[in-house]
């Protein structure tokens, strides 16, 4: 097995070893493009460039700081999630509901439609967090680890 990770360190494309490859890049859920100083593609055309298309890929792992809540929707919407037996993300939200919840909750909805279930959570507490619930003042976190199945790849 070869790991290609994509990341947005600021070092060019590495080598690390014959089964690890960093790839100076960022991902979001638009076509090609820059955001700032970063080269940005989506998750199909990642996957296209590293010829992974139509492969099973077992983890993609990912926590880019809010983009998340565009990427999801683009990958469950192009189909890409269909070879993918886990996905693992940090999201990024406020702990107090506002108008992009709804999306937020869609989005999450569209990767239970392709059979991904949530198999692990925790608060990610780095950063800023906790902050207070606006409701009840306690303190909770904006930040959460998540860790999805997906249950297509289950024997039945």
Not at 106 to 127: M, V
Not at 131 to 141: E, L
């Amino acid at each position: 097995m070869t790991s290609s990770l994509v990341t947005s360190i600021g070092k060019p494309d590495q080598k690390r070893s014959d089964k690890i490859t960093f790839h100076n890049l960022g991902l979001w859920g638009k076509p090609a493009g820059k955001q700032g100083k970063w080269n940005m593609l989506n998750l199909k055309e990642i996957m296209d460039m590293l010829g992974h298309t139509g492969k099973t890929i077992d983890i993609i792992k990912m926590d880019i700081e809010f983009s998340e809540w565009e990427a999801i929707p683009d990958m469950v919407a192009s189909g890409v999630l269909k070879n993918v037996r886990q996905l693992n993300f940090e999201f990024h939200s406020s702990p107090n509901p506002d108008e992009s919840f709804r999306s937020k909750m869609t989005a999450l909805r569209g990767l239970s439609d392709q059979g991904f279930r949530l198999f692990w959570s925790h608060p990610n507490i780095k950063g800023g967090n906790p902050t207070p619930f606006s409701v009840t003042g306690r303190q909770v976190s904006s930040c959460y680890e998540n860790s999805f199945l997906n249950t297509n790849f289950i024997k039945k």
